[in-house]
T-cell receptor, first 113, second 109 residues
Framework: EAGVAQSPRYKIIEKRQSVAFWCNPI?????LYWYQQILGQGPKLLIQ????????DSQLPKDRFSAERLKGVDSTLKIQPAKLEDSAVYLC???????????FGNGTRLTVT | GQQLNQSPQSMFIQEGEDVSMNCTSS?????WLWYKQEPGEGPVLLIA?????ELTSNGRLTAQFGITRKDSFLNISASIPSDVGIYFC?????????FGTGTRLKVLA
């Protein structure tokens, strides 16, 4: 089966600019996750969707980050405006249901200058 | 909040040696997953554990779900250079997964 697809692979922007990341989960996977991984750290959950509804967004900085999963399939994560500390790898993962193993994409590496 | 401790933080070992790492928590979990992450890639699932006391192997890897449901260990036998990477435990309770801090493994040939 095809894995989790993410794009772009790399993105360099200046602070205060906007950026969007896209994720297409494995077909049939109801649960979709966005993680932020700062260099040298473990991934931190930003938001979890179950179909097109939000299950957990408690660690999403809502003043600048937004995410949507229209039609319960692919998802976009947006940062507006970006800050230097947003430099990180943004990982998308999906699972069949909430307690199934997660399958990760290769991430988008964001550099904010 | 839930606390999750993964140790060791890093390991430098000789090729052929066995490796052991573990995760402990003050909370009870229903599932323990172990992942490996290589540079520039997303984490890849190694082993999934669903029952307290469960011992599961995947090639040279063996993992166990602690009987108290608060811990898990991962062993790698006869390490090889391609075992290099960061290993994460990812336990789940009530559909919420929490990443461990990772064990960075380096294998010296």
């Amino acid at each position: 089966e095809a894995g989790v697809a993410q794009s772009p692979r790399y993105k360099i922007i200046e602070k205060r600019q906007s950026v969007a990341f896209w994720c297409n989960p494995i077909s049939g996977h109801a649960t979709l996750y966005w993680y932020q991984q700062i260099l040298g750290q473990g991934p931190k959950l930003l938001i979890q969707f179950q179909n097109n509804g939000v299950v957990d967004d408690s660690q999403l900085p809502k003043d600048r980050f937004s995410a949507e999963r229209l039609k319960g399939v692919d998802s976009t994560l947006k940062i507006q405006p970006a800050k230097l500390e947003d430099s990180a790898v943004y990982l998308c993962a999906s699972s069949k249901k909430g307690d199934s193993p997660l399958h990760f994409g290769n991430g988008t590496r964001l550099t904010v200058t | 909040g839930q606390q999750l401790n993964q140790s060791p933080q890093s390991m430098f070992i000789q090729e052929g040696e066995d490796v052991s790492m573990n995760c402990t928590s003050s909370s009870i979990f229903n599932t323990w997953l172990w992942y490996k992450q290589e540079p520039g890639e997303g984490p890849v699932l190694l082993i999934a554990l669903y029952k307290a006391g469960e011992l599961t192997s995947n090639g040279r890897l063996t993992a166990q779900f602690g009987i108290t449901r608060k811990d898990s260990f991962l062993n790698i036998s006869a390490s090889i250079p391609s075992d290099v990477g960061i290993y994460f435990c990812l336990p789940s309770g009530t559909y919420k997964y929490i990443f461990g801090t990772g064990t960075r493994l380096k294998v010296l040939a």
